[in-house]
C-alpha cells in the first residue's frame, strides 16, 4: 500500500500489482485495472478506464520517491510513501532520516583560493562553501545538504589533498 500525493496537494491511496503490461488493484477503495507499453527508455503509453495516455517520465529521485511525469503534456509531480514511511513520520523519526549535510571532504587535490562560509554558519543545499583551484580551474564546492558549520579547517591559501577535511557540519 502507497500513499500517492500529486503536486504537494492531493494524496491517494493505492494498492497496485503489475504482471507483465497489465496492471490492477485499488486507488482510493475502487478496482482499477489497464495496460501500458514502454515506448521509449522514459516514455510509455498507458490505456485506462478507456483513454489513452502518454507518460513521459522527466525527473525520477529514487532516494526521496519523487518523480516528475508529463501526461499528455500536462506536467505533475508526484511522491509515493509506503508503511515504513508513514510509520518513521508517526514516530516523528522521519525528520532525523533527511539530509543532513555530512563532513566536506576535498574531492581532489588542489589550493584553497577563498572559504565562503565561517563557523556557525546556517547552509542550504547548493551554497557554495569553498573554491578551490584543481589544475588551473576554479571548482565551487557546494553544500551537499543543509546544515550548520561547526568547524572550518581549510584555510585560504593551503594546498589540500585528495580526501582532506575541509568543514564539519
Known amino acids: 500500500m502507497f500513499t500517492v500525493t500529486v503536486n504537494e496537494g492531493a494524496t491517494h491511496k493505492a494498492d497496485l500489482k503489475v504482471a507483465g503490461r497489465r496492471f490492477e488493484g485499488q486507488l482510493d477503495g475502487k478496482t482499477i485495472s489497464g495496460e501500458f507499453e514502454q515506448v521509449h527508455p522514459y516514455q510509455y503509453l498507458l490505456l485506462y478506464n478507456g483513454g489513452s ?50 563532513d566536506m571532504k576535498a574531492p581532489m587535490p588542489g589550493m584553497v583560493l577563498e572559504v565562503k562560509v565561517k563557523e556557525g554558519d546556517v547552509v542550504k543545499k547548493g551554497d557554495a562553501l569553498i573554491v578551490l583551484e584543481a589544475m588551473k580551474m576554479e571548482n565551487i564546492l557546494k553544500a551537499p545538504a543543509d546544515g550548520t558549520v561547526k568547524k572550518v579547517i581549510a584555510t585560504k591559501g593551503n594546498a589540500v589533498e585528495k580526501g582532506q577535511l575541509l568543514i564539519q557540519f
Open 53 to 102: 495516455y502518454r507518460v513521459d517520465v522527466v525527473k525520477l529521485n529514487a532516494e526521496d520517491k519523487t518523480m516528475t511525469l508529463r501526461i499528455n503534456s500536462i506536467r505533475c509531480t508526484v511522491a509515493l510513501k509506503d508503511q515504513y514511511d508513514e510509520l518513521l513520520h508517526i514516530l516523528g523519526m522521519d525528520r532525523l532520516a533527511a539530509n543532513k549535510a555530512a
